[in-house]
């Protein structure tokens, strides 16, 4: 937590205790869960998930789509 601290003074110039950044963090976890569980209406079709691009090498390294169902 003091590294994100850290960081945000150094991007933004706001000072956060880490017991602040880490009581932030426990509130966006319990909001980004009630999200994930929460029940969708039955007329949706069709769910589009973002991916998270990442190099991958076969032949050749090229950036490729990595989907997280979690």
């Known amino acids: 937590m003091s590294e994100i601290s850290d960081l945000i003074e150094k991007m933004y110039g706001y000072y956060y205790t880490p ?3 880490s009581n932030m ?3 966006a976890s319990e909001d980004v ?3 994930k569980e ?4 039955s007329n949706y079709s ?3 998930m973002d991916a998270t691009h990442i190099p991958i090498k076969r032949r050749t ?3 490729e789509a990595v989907h ?3």
């Open 46 to 48: 069709v769910i589009f």
């Open 38 to 41: 929460r029940k969708l209406e």
């Open 68 to 70: 997280n169902s979690d």
């Open 19 to 21: 017991q602040t950044i």
């Open 61 to 63: 390294v090229l950036k």
């Open 33 to 35: 869960l009630a999200f």
């Open 25 to 27: 963090s426990k509130l």
